[in-house]
């Protein structure tokens, strides 16, 4: 089931959108992925809405980071 919604943007993306020469039925289910993507965070993460504490479990589990900064990590993990 689709929804007909409208909305406005900026004059220049609305002009990149239409010259990527799709129809309109086809530019709908363009949109709805590029809305998918943003929402379901596909291929983008804002980092500043993380929480400090789930960065930092996650830096503990990489390879490239240093063993002591590792332990630093836990031990504000465990404050």
Known sequence: MNTVISFSCPTHLAMRLNEQKIGSRKKSEWITDAIRTKLDGDD????????????????????????????????RLNQ
């Open 44 to 75: 983008y993460i804002d980092i500043t809405k993380l929480d400090t504490s789930y960065i930092f479990a996650h830096l503990t589990r990489r390879e490239d980071v240093d063993d002591h900064l590792k332990e630093e990590l836990m031990r």
